[in-house]
């Protein structure tokens, strides 16, 4: 629950883990500069979880070239990617892994769901 920004989903769980930040979906650019703000200040960032479509409530997208600039982001500042697969996983995107429609490798996948069929 920690790792959403969306507020209803939140709410029934709160407090929940510190540490966490959010960015718009899709935005390089935000993320870079999530990223540079924590290096200035000194924290720590240890990974970055992304959907490679986001699909709850509706179907999102990225442009492009979002995965490939976040991989570089992530492997510049030695941070991993986590893709999390749980709605795109094992053919539902028309690939095996929805982040294969980038040419991104990920660090870690999320899978779950799929694995079991629903």
């Known amino acids: 629950m ?41 924290e720590e960032i ?18 492009d070239d979002y995965f490939p600039r976040i991989r570089e982001l992530c492997d510049h500042y030695g941070i991993l990617l986590i893709v999390d697969e749980v709605q795109t996983g094992l053919g539902r995107t028309g690939k095996l ?3 294969e429609h980038y040419q991104v490798i990920p660090d870690i996948m ?5 694995l079991g069929g629903g």
């Open 2 to 42: 920690t790792a959403t920004s969306k507020s209803p989903f939140r709410k029934s769980f709160l407090p929940l883990l510190p540490g966490f930040r959010h960015v718009p979906y899709g935005d390089a650019r935000a993320l870079e500069a999530e990223i540079s703000s924590a290096v200035y200040t000194g």
């Open 46 to 63: 240890g990974a970055v979880i992304l959907e490679p479509i986001q699909g709850e409530g509706r179907i999102i997208v990225p442009p």
């Open 97 to 99: 892994f929805g982040i």
């Open 110 to 114: 999320c899978l779950a769901k799929p």
